[in-house]
């Protein structure tokens, strides 16, 4: 490996590693702007100017673009390197307007922080400022090309990595413009990284512009919930309103970015039609009442209809906390535990995870370098949007795309790559399987299918319904738990008390259901007569396990209650102090709506109330080595915590 010297510091770093990321290894920031790690050489910025003092290079170069040699002698902090960068910095604000005391990006800006950083202070150049128009970019960003430095982040983003096509770059010289042909929404389904890329505020979140400073937020490593990808994320909350997600790196899993949808689709963490109070029989009431109902009711079924006739029902919305509470809930009073409502979805994500091990499970370096993917009966911009942008990759490398049983009703967004249509499984060529990979949907799909695609040799990808599907589906094993479904058929169950799940309306009519905890006002926390309001997933601590079987830790980034935004007048002490955006003027002790509980915790005490024993840590026994996992970190496979005969 090369081994060079960069201020005085002896580095070493795998052959093809940038002279700036060797210096960035050891803790070394060198200044740029055009590069990005997931992203191709540019050095169009030239902001990264070091000065090579010995070996086989010499003199001024671009650190971005120049591989780390052996004998290097690099200087950061040369005269000569700290003049060039000075003057770089110079001519990109010519033009740039001295905005930031009104800009969104204020206070998480590249070019602010190099600006100040390079010691630029003043504007020498008298002459007239260029100016461009700005387009309409659709609800979802801003767009203020004025700011731009031309950097071609945003157009190698958008085209070269996300495979959009109605987006980019037009001009000469001086003038470059980045933007679209005509304005109108943009297409990408992971336009929303354009936000993040942007060194500057070229492109500005518009769903949550001028809400608040970057050092307002409260923000704390979070795994995205809307589907089994498990994206990292970061949602930035400001007096107990979500304003903005933004992606968090983790190269096992996303990578730098995210999908559009786990970005923007954020208005239901506001939203006012979330239940917050506790309820019995249609009355709101506070927590301690409101258990007390749901345990006599629970012991008053069980004494009537015996506990075998009632069963606690969770689902993959659950954090693994709460799937493994839930069956020590049921143990208590000898009830059913049930992780799934309806046999059809639950015996693919139940095959999924018998079928998945340590060997065969893909991972998302598995997709990228993959020859042959075979993508079977998904949507997969829908089931898992971030595995497209590692398929592109693959595809880009050259591997052979095929897709089996065509499009899926209601698609809505083309696959960002080029791909074969072929009528069956037999058409793939799963030769040599050991380089291939199929992606599929595991919920609804039959065993013997998933057998059949998993003896092909290739690595697979079986996506869960649920961002937790795959916990639940390890929990149900693990516990012999049945679908619900198959209880109520039989005649064993007549009532259910759910958690965080959602029967279909036709197994609903056939049974009652004695409570209810949940976020979500749906049908089941409506027929339920004692309703418990849980917190999200922004509002608690947990685990969620993602397709491939990795474990990730999420923290709560804010407090469960009502957002300040819009807090109904009767907070306020009068009608007339109920100010938009001002905190009332009433002291409290408890947040407005601040009664949601994490729901492994409300099972832990309808456990006290049935007169079981406290739950103070759910991940016992072989989940145990769970309990310590970082937050930050990127994850552990499960496949070493339980053994085959406990899934079988």
């Not at 504007?123 to 128009?133: C, D, H, L, V």
């Not at 096992?252 to 970015?257: D, E, K, T």
């Not at 979330?274 to 009355?283: F, L, M, N, W």
């Not at 198959?486 to 197994?507: H, I, M, R, T």
Request: charged share 25%.
């Amino acid at each position: 490996m090369p081994k060079l010297i960069i201020d005085d510091i002896p580095v070493e770093v795998p052959p093809g590693t940038s002279v700036l990321e060797a210096a960035r290894s050891v803790g070394i920031t060198i200044p740029h702007f055009c590069y990005h790690p997931a992203l191709a050489i540019a050095a169009a910025c030239r902001l990264c100017a070091v000065k090579l003092l010995d070996g086989p290079v010499k003199g001024i170069q671009m650190s971005c673009s120049l591989p780390a040699q052996d004998g290097m002698v690099v200087s950061t902090t040369d005269p000569e390197a700290l003049k060039m960068r000075s003057l770089v910095i110079e001519w990109l604000m010519l033009n740039h307007p001295h905005d930031c005391p009104v800009c969104d990006e204020g206070g998480e800006c590249l070019l602010q922080d190099f600006t100040i950083a390079g010691g630029h202070s003043r504007r020498r150049y008298q002459g007239k400022k260029r100016t461009f128009q700005n387009q309409y970019l659709g609800e979802r960003i801003h767009h203020e090309m004025n700011r731009c430095i031309e950097c071609y982040r945003c157009a190698r983003f958008y085209q070269e990595y996300a495979g959009g096509t109605d987006f980019g770059v037009t001009g000469s010289a001086g003038r470059v413009y980045f933007g679209r042909f005509a304005e109108g929404a943009l297409e990408s389904p992971f336009s929303g990284n354009l936000v993040d890329i942007c060194p500057t505020g070229v492109f500005t979140d518009k769903t949550g512009r001028f809400r608040a400073r970057y050092w307002d937020y409260r923000f704390s490593p979070a795994v995205c919930q809307h589907c089994s990808v498990g994206c990292n994320t970061s949602p930035q909350n400001f007096q107990r309103e979500l304003i903005k997600i933004v992606a968090r790196r983790n190269d096992q899993v996303n990578g730098w970015f995210i999908c559009d949808r786990g970005r923007y689709d954020k208005e239901y963490l506001n939203g006012p039609q979330r239940p917050r109070d506790p309820e019995v029989d249609g009355a709101p009431c506070d927590y301690r009442n409101a258990l007390e109902s749901a345990a006599n009711r629970i012991s008053e079924f069980c004494l009537q209809n015996g506990a075998a006739s009632l069963a606690f029902l969770g689902s993959g919305r659950l954090s693994l906390e709460g799937c493994l509470v839930l069956s020590e809930l049921a143990r208590v009073i000898g009830a059913q535990a049930c992780y799934f409502a309806e046999a059809g979805p639950a015996q693919g994500s139940l095959a999924a995870v018998r079928l998945l091990n340590e060997e065969n499970a893909a991972r998302v370096r598995d997709i990228e370098k993959a020859e042959c993917i075979t993508l079977f009966e998904l949507d997969l911009m829908e089931e898992g949007a971030m595995l497209a942008l590692s398929v592109r990759k693959a595809s880009l490398a050259g591997a052979q795309v095929f897709r089996v049983g065509g499009a899926r009703e209601g698609e809505t967004h083309p696959l960002p790559f080029r791909y074969q249509e072929v009528a069956t499984l037999d058409e793939v060529p799963f030769e040599g399987g050991s380089k291939g990979v199929v992606i599929c949907g595991a919920g609804g799909k039959s065993p013997e299918l998933l057998s059949y695609l998993a003896s092909s040799g290739a690595k697979l990808v079986m996506l869960q319904p649920a961002a937790n599907g795959f916990g639940a589906s390890l929990v149900a094993l693990e516990r012999g738990a049945a679908t619900l479904s198959d209880l109520v058929e039989s005649g064993q169950v007549k009532a259910v008390a759910c958690f965080e799940a959602e029967p279909p309306p036709w197994l609903l009519e056939r049974v009652e259901v004695l409570a209810c905890a949940d976020w979500k006002l749906g049908a089941t926390a409506k027929k339920a007569s004692v309703f418990l309001p849980t917190t999200t997933w922004i509002e608690s601590d947990g685990t969620s396990i993602n397709y491939e079987g990795r474990a990730q830790r999420f923290l709560s980034s804010r407090p469960a209650g009502l957002p300040l935004k819009g807090l109904d007048s009767k907070y306020y002490s009068s009608e007339t102090e109920a100010v938009s955006l001002h905190p009332p003027r009433v002291h409290r002790n408890e947040i407005p709506g601040g009664a949601e509980r994490e729901a492994w915790r409300v099972m832990a005490d309808l456990i006290l109330e049935l007169g079981g024993e406290p739950v103070n840590e759910p991940l016992t026994g072989s989940w145990g080595k769970l309990r310590d996992l970082d937050p930050e970190g990127e994850g552990v496979r499960i496949y070493d915590l339980l053994s085959t005969q406990d899934l079988s």
